[in-house]
């Protein structure tokens, strides 16, 4: 048919005050974009909030440009058999202003669709097989069963077999919301819940929602949209267009109220605030199949019907049939659809529908079940393809740290202070005399009032919500206050207020035994590892930290070259740093860690430094990327070694600068790569094992510990440990410790 046969059997002409309504409602409806985008992130976890909104994004992205190529001429193009459409694609059949509006319109409510599916997959998909499965729903799902119920919308001589049988939906409970909801069911099915959804016996388990305030703004946005996507449906500005609205209006406002009072009363509270917004929308969406055919208190009814729908099915997708939903999509458009289809008959005027009321009532049915069967099935295929070619699902790490791109190794830019800050300084100015100082205030005290202070144990640091804030980090971020307010000079001086707790021997000790007894937390970050830390005395020279950030493993090995005292001070200097380079700023390169170390601590040690002394610490950091089986180690200090055991190769050792951290020498830290399969076994280790001696005045040797860990690389970490704390044991035999001891051994 030519372009201009097609513009003489479209529904509407351009008429400028209707087709002006037509372009408002298509703006409303892409604004519900932004308003999905608020809800979702206010629904899932903190570390989440970035992924739903870059793939809210790609949503937006993917069906513009698949639903101009591809979806509207399927959707809405001349039919063939009621069952496909033929032409009007890449917009070549574009013939009249009209035509474009109608695009517009329709491919808002397109994005709707996709939408839907992106907050029920989201905390564990990755992006880019959700933006070609994005893809096929908007070229093939959507259009094709769009097709079969609203085919004739733009071209009046179509026949599609699902309108013709009398199928009612008028601004998509079907359509839209739940072809969107059954995709997103078989997605979520198959990429499975997140990491921690359902314990081993099956039962869920809570999962915190960064901000229901956001949540809440989110749906106020989506009920303002919704007047334009039910309104705008119409394809004309009319005197419906008012009942619609305050149709739509009434239904929501129904919704939420029996959502709340039934989760209240009759679901003992529970998940109250994600029913309130869920019973809502589901409301929005009931109405939405029957907006122009039924009275206000038909609204009403529906609305209250659907609050109860929404919180019983709530609890049959998450608890009964073990579904991971995280936004409560499934429950909403899926559930809320069938609802509102089914009431199009049950709750519609008569005279305005197209059968009797019980005919009416068989047909939306099959509607609803045809929809069920072709999207499930369809949407099945597609996610079992793109499964068992590029996968579904983020790593453990990505999904831990919200990431759906993959993460690299990369400098970042220190934030400006730690997480925990301080934000008023308590001084006991008398025995039960107290004041209470801002941060700018304490600060503009003369720098010998405030290490009187210090010295005489009259302050206390605490955070906003009046928490203490323990000293050394108080104190470093007091400094970074004065760095930023100064200039760096200043900040250097402020280290010698840090030090004054090195005088205090009680806090030390109570520190350095926190430090050392923290071998069973290693496993929340190496699971197959192991730690032998036996100090010499209480105070240990030996230390080592760990963490996991972005997805990185991180251990740190360290040993002082200091007094047994002295060393406790600069272990809390140094783990203090660690947190707050790596675990705040996310500064991962190992080197880069290392230079940020060596200034803090040559810092530390302008003050210490005496003729002849030796002060330095001997540190190796080793970060591990478990996706790519790769991991990155740099070292300062002839104290600290990385042996490397890979199956069926010989023991290697990886070397760095042999000068150690704060030691005033110019020095270049360099990162050696190490590539690793599973099984492959690493040992940190400073130079108190092998310089151990015993009873004969032997040195056990590096070569004898590098022997037996070549020997035992093979077996478990547990075992390991116990082979190296025997094999110690009885060399040392009765002679004294000779040195601290530090080794850990770990399988990536």
């Known amino acids: 048919m030519e372009a201009i046969e097609s513009a ?194 099956g039962k869920v388990q ?69 029913k309130i917004i869920g019973g809502s929308l589901t409301g929005l969406v009931a109405i939405t199949a029957g907006c122009n055919v039924v009275s206000p208190l038909g609204a009403l009814a529906i609305g209250l019907i659907a609050g109860l729908v929404h919180n019983y099915s709530y609890i049959l997708i998450s608890e009964k049939w073990k579904l991971d939903d995280p936004v409560g999509a499934i429950p909403v458009h899926g559930f809320g659809g069938i609802l509102g289809t089914l009431c199009v008959a049950l709750f519609g005027k008569e005279e305005l529908l197209i059968h009797d009321r019980w005919t009416q009532l068989g047909v939306q049915g099959i509607g609803v079940i045809t929809c069920m069967l072709f999207t499930v099935s369809f949407s099945y295929a597609v996610f079992w393809i793109v499964k068992s070619t590029i996968g579904l699902r983020l790593s453990p790490q990505e999904e831990l740290t919200g990431e759906v791109i993959g993460g690299i190794i990369e400098v970042q830019e220190e934030e400006d202070f730690p997480e925990q800050t301080v934000s008023q300084v308590s001084v006991r100015m008398g025995e039960r005399s107290y004041n209470l100082f801002q941060v700018e205030e304490y600060l503009n005290l003369p720098r010998e009032t405030r290490i009187g202070l210090v010295r005489t144990d009259s302050v206390q640091y605490l955070d906003d919500v009046g928490n203490e804030v323990p000293p050394l980090l108080a104190v470093r971020y007091l400094a970074g206050v004065l760095e930023k307010q100064r200039d760096s000079a200043v900040s250097k001086e402020e280290l010698f207020e840090l030090t004054l707790y090195e005088d205090k ?120 990327d478990t996706n790519r089986r790769r991991a990155y180690y740099s070292a300062a200090g002839k104290s600290v070694h990385l042996f490397i055991k890979k199956l069926d190769e010989p023991l290697t050792e990886t070397f760095s600068t042999d000068i150690p951290l704060g030691d005033f020498r110019k020095k270049t830290f360099k990162r050696n790569q190490i590539d690793y399969t599973r099984g492959d076994s690493f040992l940190l280790t400073t130079d108190g094992y092998f310089n151990q001696l015993n009873e004969s005045g032997k040195r056990f040797s590096p070569e004898q510990l590098k022997s037996n860990f070549a020997k035992h690389a093979g077996k478990s970490m547990h075992d390991q440990q116990f082979e190296h704390t025997n094999e110690f044991e009885k060399w040392k035999g009765k002679e004294n410790q000779t040195e601290d001891i530090l080794v850990i051994g770990l399988k990536p």
């Open 8 to 201: 003489t059997n479209t529904v509407a002409s351009f008429n400028t005050t209707s087709t002006l309504w037509v372009l408002i409602s298509a703006a409303l409806v892409f604004f519900m974009q932004a308003g999905f985008k608020v809800l979702e992130t206010g629904l899932v976890k903190e570390e989440h909030r970035s992924a739903i909104g870059i793939k809210n994004l790609m949503d937006w992205v993917a069906g513009s440009l698949a639903f101009f190529v591809i979806g509207f001429g399927l959707m809405f193009g001349d039919s063939a058999g009621g069952f496909i459409g033929t032409n009007l694609f890449l917009g070549l059949d574009f013939s009249d202003g009209y035509t474009m509006v109608f695009f517009i319109f329709q491919l808002a409510f397109a994005g709707t669709a996709l939408t839907i599916v992106s907050g029920a997959m989201s905390g564990r998909t990755a992006l880019a097989p959700y933006f070609v499965t994005s893809i096929f729903t908007a070229i093939i799902i959507y259009p094709v069963f769009g097709h079969w119920a609203w085919g004739n919308l733009l071209n009046e001589n179509n026949s599609p077999w699902l309108a013709n049988l009398g199928f009612m939906d008028f601004a998509g409970s079907t359509v839209v919301h739940s072809v969107g909801a059954w995709v997103g069911l078989i997605g979520i099915y198959m990429v499975g819940p997140r990491i921690g959804r359902y314990n081993a016996l």
């Open 206 to 274: 809570p999962v915190k929602a960064s901000d229901y305030a956001y949540s809440v703004l989110g749906l106020m946005i989506l009920w303002l949209g919704w007047w334009g996507f039910n309104g705008g449906s119409t394809l004309s500005f009319d005197e419906n267009v008012p009942l619609i609205i305050l149709n739509t209006n009434l239904a929501a406002a129904a919704a939420c109220l029996s959502a709340y009072i039934h989760a209240k009363y009759f679901q003992k509270g529970a998940d109250i605030i994600e």
């Open 505 to 624: 021997t009680d806090f030390n000790g109570v520190l350095q035994d926190a430090l050392i007894r923290q071998e069973q937390s290693i496993f929340s970050v190496f699971p197959d590892s192991f730690v032998f830390l036996h100090p010499k005395s209480e105070i240990s020279s030996d230390f080592f930290w760990h963490n996991r950030v972005k997805g990185y493993n991180i251990v740190v090995v360290a040993s002082c070259t200091e007094t047994a005292e002295s060393c406790a001070f600069t272990s809390s200097v140094v783990l203090s740093q660690l947190n707050e380079i790596v675990s705040i700023s996310k500064t991962l390169p190992p080197e880069k860690i290392l230079e940020k170390l060596d200034e803090s601590l040559q810092l530390t040690f302008k003050r210490k430094k005496k003729n002849g002394s030796s002060l330095g610490v001997h540190l190796g950091v080793l970060l591990v």
